[in-house]
């Protein structure tokens, strides 16, 4: 209903109502300039952290609400308050790391290999904006136990892939990986969907991402 919704609106204003709704997602500065005038938001390598909070729609669904610099100006709270209370959601939430394998034999893709494909699909439950989870240090610590050095490839705005840097003895060739990323984004990504052409690593010691190419 209108009042509902209307009612949701209001307590967006209350950071004390709503601080457990609110989480990270991340989009490409480039070519988001104008999206991205009105909001906070942080820099992180080619990216922007920018925050939203969920609300329930009358319908049952779930709609979005971008924080704005007005409203966070409103809350009177620093950025790494909005920061460390985003992301705290966010791993609070049911995250999804699933080996890329066992989600191709889910599509009936390849069975049995004698080479089980060593990378995992990351997102989280709702599969909605999940590729900020390769800005969690929980998630990267996670994925570093099964994988050791990896890198990051960021299939789209919901969800990334983490390869590791070497295979079978030899190094990951990473031109091969940049081709891939841009050919999947070209052909098979929506527009609206694509996070970005570069292929990503994590800083552990200053729990930061960085561009590897």
């Not at 709704?21 to 070519?31: L, Q, T």
């Not at 989280?124 to 994988?147: T, W």
Request: hydrophobic residues 40%; contains cysteine.
């Amino acid at each position: 209903s209108a009042s509902n919704m209307q009612g949701t609106v209001n307590s967006v204003l209350h950071f004390d109502l709503i601080h457990k709704k609110i989480y990270p997602r991340i989009v490409r500065r480039s070519g988001n300039e104008d999206f991205l005038s009105d909001k906070v938001y942080e820099e992180v390598a080619d990216l922007a952290i920018l925050y939203y909070v969920n609300v329930k729609l009358s319908n049952k669904d779930t709609g979005t609400i971008n924080i704005s610099k007005s409203v966070f100006d409103y809350w009177n709270i620093d950025m790494q308050t909005l920061h460390d209370t985003a992301f705290s959601n966010l791993e609070k939430d049911h995250l999804i790391i699933c080996p890329i394998s066992d989600l191709l034999s889910m599509m009936g893709g390849i069975p049995d290999t004698t080479d089980p494909i060593d990378m995992y699909v990351v997102s989280n439950r709702s599969k909605n904006y999940g590729a900020a989870c390769m800005l969690s240090s929980k998630v990267m610590e996670l994925l570093r136990d099964r994988l050791g050095d990896f890198y990051i490839i960021p299939s789209s705005i919901h969800e990334f892939i983490a390869i590791p840097t070497v295979r079978d003895q030899e190094d990951v060739d990473v031109s091969k990986i940049i081709d891939m990323i841009k050919d999947v984004n070209a052909s098979s990504v929506p527009d609206e969907d694509i996070l970005s052409d570069s292929l990503y690593g994590y800083d552990f010691e200053n729990h930061t991402l960085y561009i590897v190419a």
